[in-house]
């Protein structure tokens, strides 16, 4: 394990199960987003820093064979019964180099302290022509410098270029302000990714109202 990555979601594994199984448009939306960008295929499709597996039946409408890999023991109990999981740190996956077709990575780029480096791994582990979803919250429209407490409009302030851990949030019942966040900014990640050797092939964007809170993109190992 990682010094800096500890499992923060141990300690909220059971009320994140609740909070991602309770549905609705977002979980409607992120599934929606995750099948179009990933589309159909055959093989292993590993679900980094898969959490509960909540989203494991997406790839498997598609014909791929997800497997889970996360850091949290709480989180992979419930995991566990949806995807053939391992306890693995994302940032050094226990996967062979150029072995796999297909990866993904869901609402889980502000949880590691290193997302570059998960993206170094992910493309380790992709074979030539593998493919690579990322989804995740909107760098420029969630985080602590976002507030979102209007419904149809976004207020950003200067913490957007603060990179730190950061527990703040408008919204005081969510993830944030349990486990904290590192916010990756929108060219840090587009950067971090092209320097991984991933070539981005398709970007998509979703939200209420027309106001994003979801940023995904399908990328490429060449
Ligand atoms: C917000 S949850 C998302 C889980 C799942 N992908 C989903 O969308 O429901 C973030 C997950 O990242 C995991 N995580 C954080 N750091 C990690 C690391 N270094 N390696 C593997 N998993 C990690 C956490 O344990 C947690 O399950």
Redesign the pocket.
């Known amino acids: 394990m990682?010094a800096t990555?500890t499992?923060?979601?141990d300690a909220h594994a059971d009320w994140?199960e609740d909070f991602?199984s309770a549905g609705g448009d977002y979980l409607r939306r992120v599934h929606g987003t995750l099948a179009d960008l990933l589309g159909p295929g055959e093989g292993t499709c590993l679900?980094v820093?898969?959490?509960?597996g909540?989203?494991a039946a997406v790839p498997s409408s598609l014909g791929w064979t997800p497997v889970g890999?996360?850091?949290?023991g709480g989180?992979l109990r419930h995991a566990a019964g949806r995807l053939p999981v391992a306890r693995?740190?994302?940032?050094e996956l226990a996967v062979a180099g150029a072995s796999l077709p297909a990866a993904m990575c869901?609402?889980?780029s502000t949880?590691?302290p290193d997302y570059p480096a998960v993206l170094r791994e992910v493309a380790r582990v992709l074979r030539p022509g593998g493919r690579f979803v990322h989804l995740g919250v909107h760098p420029c429209f969630v985080g602590a410098f976002a507030d979102r407490s209007q419904r149809r409009s976004v207020v950003v302030d200067e913490r957007y270029a603060d990179r730190s851990r950061s527990f703040a949030s408008w919204n005081t019942s969510g993830?944030r302000v349990r486990v904290g966040a590192w916010h990756v900014p929108l060219a840090d990640l587009l950067n971090a990714t092209v320097t991984a050797g991933l070539r981005l092939v398709r970007i998509a964007e979703a939200g209420p109202d027309g106001v994003p809170d979801l940023l995904g993109f399908l990328a490429v190992k060449d």
């Open positions: 990682g990555s499992p923060a979601y994140y991602i679900d820093c898969c959490g509960t909540a989203h890999m996360d850091l949290s989180q693995v740190d994302a940032t869901v609402l889980s949880d590691v993830v």
